[in-house]
């Protein structure tokens, strides 16, 4: 009985699993014998694990998201005359093909495109920056209509290495609200909500459209991840208690950790982060500025690794950083808060209630505590 248990749900999960299949004929003449990348397009931290496609692997097809032990699928091609792509995903995602060149030659990407069961051919050329694929594809139909309509929301770029500007994000969102109601199951709208939220930042109006789906589309995969994530922001915007953090078994961070100071700054960074090392000074100033006012800081490093932790420490040593830091060693903070990007700025009363939720802005800091305290 167990043996015919077994059968019975292989059988289950290989028809799910050719469910979603995809077969890719590729060719691109100009590109034999040198490699083309295929991966997720420009992707927030901790979104990485929505990108998860699966290529089959051989001897000119790696897995280079793998090799890296990034989060988003990632693969590498060694161009043949004819290449055969084939692959899994759960669920439409956008993707795009890349080009690397030589050393201190910029990068260059086809405009996105979205991976879906079915065969489809691919031909690329030479150029392949911003070229816009045709793949006769449901959603690559979809998301074509859906970005034409989305037209008058932005003022095109004369460069092509700049991406359009948007115009208004609150008249996108209604009209993206009013998409949604009628194609409640529409993965091609999800995806321009984590679009916007990965090149905009957060907007109220995503979690009020995300609400807009079908009851049946919520219980995927994607909706489920989406909807977490902007929610712990959400939970997290100005006004609002920040969450009991806990770092490791011998480290967290309570509500009775803010009871002794009128403000507590908290700066979440990663030693990866140019812009975090460069601006560490600055926060130096800040502090000594405001150590003598009741004012309490607190690093958090997004490291795990003995030895990038041990980097960090370097870092804040040789900035006479003197003050408490966490390493973030369960990603608690990054779930709780939805930390998406570094610098990220908190600034914490003395009931644990969120002051200011910074980007990347000092000035901004130090002009909010200043306020705060007079």
Known sequence: MKKLFYALLILISNFLYSQNNFEI????????????????????????????????????????GKKIRMKHSIYYFKI??????????????????????????????????????????????????????????????????LQKS????????????????????????????????KNPNSYVALWEIVNDYTLEDYHPAYLKNLNLFSAKFKQNKLYKGVETRLKAEQSTSVGQKIPDIYFDKGNKLTSEDFKNY???????????????????????????EYKGQNVNFITITDEQKPNRMEVARNILKKNNADWINFFDTNKDFQKKVNATSYPLHFIIDENGKIVARISNSIEEARTIIKEYLQ
């Open 25 to 64: 004929d590729l060719t691109s003449d100009s590109y034999i014998n040198d490699s083309l990348m295929l991966g997720a397009p420009a992707t927030r931290n901790g979104f990485g694990d929505l990108y998860t496609f699966k290529i089959q692997t051989s001897n000119n097809i790696s897995d280079f």
């Open 262 to 288: 009128k403000l507590t700054f908290i700066d979440y960074w990663s030693t990866t982060c140019a812009p975090c090392i460069k601006g560490m000074p600055e926060i130096v100033n800040l502090y000594h």
């Open 150 to 181: 989305l037209d008058p929301f932005y003022i095109k770029s004369k460069n092509p290495d700049q991406r359009d500007s948007l115009i208004n994000m609150n008249k996108k969102q209604e009209f993206l609200g009013e998409y949604i109601r």
């Open 80 to 145: 043949q005359k004819k290449n055969i792509v084939s692959g899994f995903t759960e669920y439409p995602q956008p993707v795009a093909f890349g080009y690397i060149g030589k050393k201190g030659e910029p990068m260059y990407n086809t405009k996105i495109f979205f991976l879906e069961k079915g065969k489809y051919k691919i031909d690329l050329p030479q150029n392949i920056n911003n070229l816009e694929l045709n793949i006769d594809s449901p959603t690559n139909k979809e998301y074509k209509a």
